[in-house]
């Protein structure tokens, strides 16, 4: 663990660094860097699974409290199957790393007006914890906001910024377990409302729509976020300009970030939760926030994922594997995908990295 003499060697090198650096070109790949390594057993459950409410029950919803809402959901037969039932679907997997945590945590919610999808993933010594303290609060903050149904994307801005100031506010509590100086998470988060996907995230999460054809049965699909990582032209160019780069590391040739001419911090995201220390070389917590319009002609469905699941299942093969059901069966899509990885996870014993 970095402690504050560290922080201050971090600091004067960066400051070096910058005076040293001159304007110079630097080629940007056009490939978004993804994983090629792999994820292993220990399945996780749902952080929250919360349900449906019966059409008479929703002004009885609407009259109550936070409070009240919780009291009524914790006395609802938590059954995972019934999220299947509208359409939804979550799978996930710890990777093969030793004396580690699963470092993704993942909510499903939804209720008459709604639907909540969340995904992060942890990275360094306390990532799991953050991960989880993160994908608890970020929904607790959305949920108990007023605004939420009238100005959606207000509502996720001001909860990912009080999840900032709730991490700050742990580590000047000196609680370790969250400390935020060399770890971190990525965060996603996604509201389906009427017609309207909003997404607010940090880091790498990917986010997919599936588009249907008007003239034939084929799939077609488009990806929403724009990862962020350090082969972005506009991440990377911040992180030169702060005093960091970005360089390749040989043992799985993935682009990471580091002060220049040292050995760390080794980020393979641009932007996340917590890792203090990397800001002084252009890493950022800043979220992207934006809405996507729902063409019910041709938008079949969402997906959801790490980047490292794309190690061992094409996109366009989930988009197949899921356009074969209906939302009444997506659990059967889910299975079929996650018996693929772990056909992958038997015959590789390399394969590392957790995946949703």
Same mark, same amino acid.
């Not at 993704?104 to 953050?130: M, Q, R, T």
């Not at 009444?328 to 590392?352: C, G, H, P």
């Given at each position: 663990?970095?402690?504050d003499?560290?922080?201050?060697?971090?600091?004067?090198?960066?400051?070096?660094?910058?005076?040293?650096?001159?304007?110079?070109?630097?080629?940007v790949s056009?490939?978004?860097?993804?994983? *090629?390594?792999?994820? *292993?057993l220990?399945?996780?459950?749902?952080?929250?699974a919360?349900?449906?409410?019966?059409?008479?029950?929703v002004?009885?919803?609407?009259?109550k409290?936070?409070?009240e809402?919780?009291?009524?959901?914790?006395?609802?037969?938590?059954?995972?199957?019934?999220?299947?039932?509208?359409g939804?679907?979550?799978?996930?997997?710890?990777?093969?790393?030793?004396?580690?945590?699963?470092?993704?945590?993942?909510?499903?919610?939804?209720?008459?007006f709604?639907?909540?999808?969340?995904?992060?993933?942890?990275?360094?010594?306390?990532?799991?914890?953050?991960?989880?303290?993160?994908?608890?609060?970020l929904?607790?903050?959305?949920?108990e906001n007023?605004?939420?149904?009238?100005?959606?994307?207000?509502?996720?801005?001001d909860s990912?910024?009080?999840?900032?100031?709730?991490?700050?506010?742990?580590?000047?509590k000196?609680?370790?377990?969250?400390?935020?100086?060399?770890?971190?998470?990525?965060?996603?988060?996604?509201?389906?409302? +009427?017609d309207?996907?909003?997404? /607010?995230?940090?880091?790498?999460?990917?986010?997919?729509?599936?588009?249907? /054809?008007?003239i034939?049965? *084929?799939?077609?699909t488009?990806?929403?976020?724009?990862?962020?990582?350090?082969?972005?032209?506009?991440?990377? +160019?911040r992180?030169?300009?702060?005093?960091?780069?970005?360089? *390749?590391?040989?043992?799985?040739?993935?682009? @990471?970030?580091?002060?220049?001419? +040292?050995?760390?911090?080794g980020? @393979?995201?641009?932007?996340?939760?917590?890792?203090?220390?990397?800001?002084?070389?252009?890493?950022?917590?800043e979220?992207?926030?934006?809405?996507?319009?729902?063409?019910?002609?041709?938008?079949?469905f969402?997906?959801i994922?790490?980047?490292?699941?794309?190690?061992?299942?094409?996109?366009?093969?989930?988009?197949?594997?899921f356009a074969?059901f209906? /939302?009444?069966?997506?659990?059967?899509?889910?299975e079929?995908?996650?018996?693929?990885?772990?056909?992958a996870?038997?015959?590789n014993?390399?394969?590392?990295?957790?995946?949703?």
């Amino acid at each position: 663990m970095l402690g504050d003499e560290s922080y201050k060697a971090i600091k004067e090198i960066v400051e070096e660094s910058k005076q040293q650096q001159t304007k110079r070109k630097f080629s940007v790949s056009t490939n978004l860097v993804e994983s *090629t390594e792999a994820n *292993t057993l220990h399945e996780k459950e749902t952080s929250f699974a919360f349900y449906d409410l019966k059409e008479a029950e929703v002004d009885c919803w609407l009259s109550k409290n936070i409070e009240e809402k919780k009291a009524y959901f914790s006395q609802k037969n938590k059954d995972k199957s019934l999220i299947f039932e509208v359409g939804m679907s979550s799978f996930c997997m710890k990777g093969r790393e030793k004396d580690t945590q699963n470092m993704l945590d993942y909510v499903v919610y939804f209720d008459p007006f709604s639907k909540y999808l969340s995904l992060f993933g942890g990275n360094g010594e306390c990532g799991h914890a953050i991960a989880n303290c993160v994908s608890k609060f970020l929904f607790k903050f959305l949920i108990e906001n007023p605004v939420l149904h009238i100005h959606t994307l207000k509502a996720m801005q001001d909860s990912f910024k009080r999840v900032k100031f709730l991490l700050k506010k742990a580590y000047f509590k000196q609680d370790y377990k969250l400390d935020t100086r060399v770890s971190g998470t990525t965060a996603l988060a996604a509201v389906k409302m +009427r017609d309207k996907i909003y997404i /607010s995230y940090v880091g790498d999460i990917l986010v997919f729509v599936a588009k249907k /054809s008007k003239i034939n049965n *084929t799939y077609t699909t488009i990806s929403l976020t724009k990862p962020h990582v350090p082969n972005r032209e506009d991440e990377r +160019r911040r992180i030169y300009e702060n005093g960091g780069e970005v360089r *390749t590391d040989p043992a799985d040739e993935i682009e @990471r970030i580091y002060v220049r001419g +040292r050995v760390y911090p080794g980020l @393979r995201v641009s932007r996340c939760f917590g890792n203090d220390y990397a800001t002084l070389i252009g890493v950022r917590n800043e979220a992207e926030h934006f809405s996507y319009t729902i063409d019910p002609l041709t938008d079949a469905f969402m997906i959801i994922c790490t980047p490292s699941l794309l190690g061992y299942v094409e996109i366009q093969d989930m988009v197949n594997i899921f356009a074969s059901f209906n /939302s009444k069966t997506v659990q059967i899509a889910t299975e079929l995908i996650a018996n693929k990885i772990r056909s992958a996870f038997v015959q590789n014993e390399d394969l590392m990295e957790d995946l949703a």
